[in-house]
């Protein structure tokens, strides 16, 4: 599967951004989803994950209640709505699949395919 981010930008803080990385090949549906991103400087880190049906999702507590991943299979897209934005949410954002029956996971080595990133920039 190949992955293309996009919807990234220049936000001030408070403000809101959606991220989307829209997937080519077969069988997007079955693959787990996650978002990443690294800031400079820094290591790459969890975002947020969701399971092949969109049922299950998972957050890095730096996000959770600001910011909320979701997928439509008929678009072959996962999105990242990044709302309360603040500073230190400046990064750049990749997302990333797992194979096909993984479950969610934090680790970025359990991701196998990765998008090119999308640079997100929080002023204050």
């Known amino acids: 599967v190949q992955l293309q981010a996009s919807g990234g930008g220049l936000a001030q803080a408070g403000g809101s951004l959606r991220l989307s990385c829209a997937a080519s090949?077969?069988?997007?549906?079955?693959?787990?989803m996650g978002w990443f991103r690294q800031a400079p400087g820094k290591e790459r880190e969890f975002v947020a994950a969701?399971?092949?049906?969109?049922?299950?999702?998972y957050y890095a507590d730096s996000v959770k209640g600001r910011f909320t991943i979701s997928r439509d299979n008929a678009k072959n897209t996962v999105y990242l709505q990044m709302n309360s934005l603040k500073p230190e949410d400046t990064a750049v954002y990749y997302c990333?699949?797992?194979?096909?029956?993984?479950?969610?996971?934090?680790?970025?080595?359990?991701?196998?395919?990765w998008g090119q990133g999308t640079q997100v920039t929080v002023s204050r």
């Open positions: 090949g077969r069988s997007f549906s079955s693959y787990t």
């Open positions: 990333a699949a797992r194979p096909p029956g993984a479950l969610l996971s934090r680790a970025g080595n359990d991701y196998a395919y």
């Open positions: 969701i399971s092949k049906n969109g049922y299950s999702t």
